[in-house]
């Protein structure tokens, strides 16, 4: 079956440092979108991408969409404590049935000032 | 206040109890989910919903049950609880079966099985 893959699960940061992490599908994905989640709270949808090799940003934020639309990449510039939470990346596969929508298992990301 | 409502937060259980967790959405939302969060696992799909009368399992359906009588409810059901049901469990909605537009999750239910 479709095995979304994130690395790394953990990411420890300096505030003001940048980083990257990672999200690799086996399959073909449809689009795919990028969740935060807050200590102990909810994931929040953060965008979703749709084009190969689209790229788009929200403030620090930059996400890319591979061109063979089975990757993606999410990178923050200049973190900030408010950055710290879990982000997941998550897209159904290509031409699915109903609703199969699988996330990964996400980037817990730390923050220390 | 628009969104995805979840019911009860938290909730303990003996094992071989049942219960049912509520969800509930008020956009009119065709496409609704049923997730489990364990630690390091990310989010595993146990049930979903396209629409009223129409259900599907996901990835970790068993030990589970849910119907859909109408577009805004999709209550979860544990039938015989046992501790490895013990997680958070996230109901999601969409108005598309892709997630386009992003799924709105609820807050969430953290159930205990002792």
């Known amino acids: 079956g479709q095995q979304v893959m994130q690395i790394p699960q953990y990411q420890h940061v300096q505030e003001g440092e940048d980083f990257t992490t990672y999200c690799n599908s086996s399959?073909?994905?449809?689009?795919i979108q990028w969740y935060k989640q807050r200590p102990g709270g909810h994931p929040v949808f953060l965008i979703q991408?749709?084009?190969?090799?689209e790229v788009k940003k929200q403030k620090r934020l930059t996400f890319q969409f591979g061109e063979a639309k089975k990757n993606s990449s999410l990178h923050i510039t200049a973190t900030q404590t408010t950055d710290v939470g879990t982000y997941f990346c998550?897209?159904?596969?290509?031409?699915?049935?109903?609703?199969?929508?699988?996330f990964g298992a996400g980037t817990q990301v730390v923050v220390t000032p | 206040n628009a969104g995805v409502t979840q019911t009860p937060k938290f909730q303990v259980l003996k094992t071989g109890q049942s219960m049912t967790l509520q969800c509930a959405q008020d956009m009119n939302h065709e496409y609704m989910s049923w997730y489990r969060q364990d630690p390091g696992m990310g989010l595993r799909l146990i049930h979903y919903s396209v629409g009223a009368g129409i259900t599907d399992q996901g990835e970790v359906p068993n030990g589970y049950n849910v119907s859909r009588s109408t577009t805004e409810d999709f209550p979860l059901r544990l039938l015989s609880a046992a501790p490895s049901q013990t997680s958070v469990y996230f109901c999601?909605?969409?108005?598309?079966?892709?997630?386009?537009?992003?799924?709105?999750f609820g807050s969430g239910t953290r159930l205990t099985v002792v």
């Open positions: 399959t073909t994905l449809s689009n």
């Open positions: 999601a909605s969409s108005y598309s079966s892709t997630g386009l537009g992003g799924y709105t």
């Open positions: 998550a897209g159904p596969r290509e031409h699915d049935s109903w609703g199969k929508f699988q």
């Open positions: 991408l749709v084009k190969s090799g």
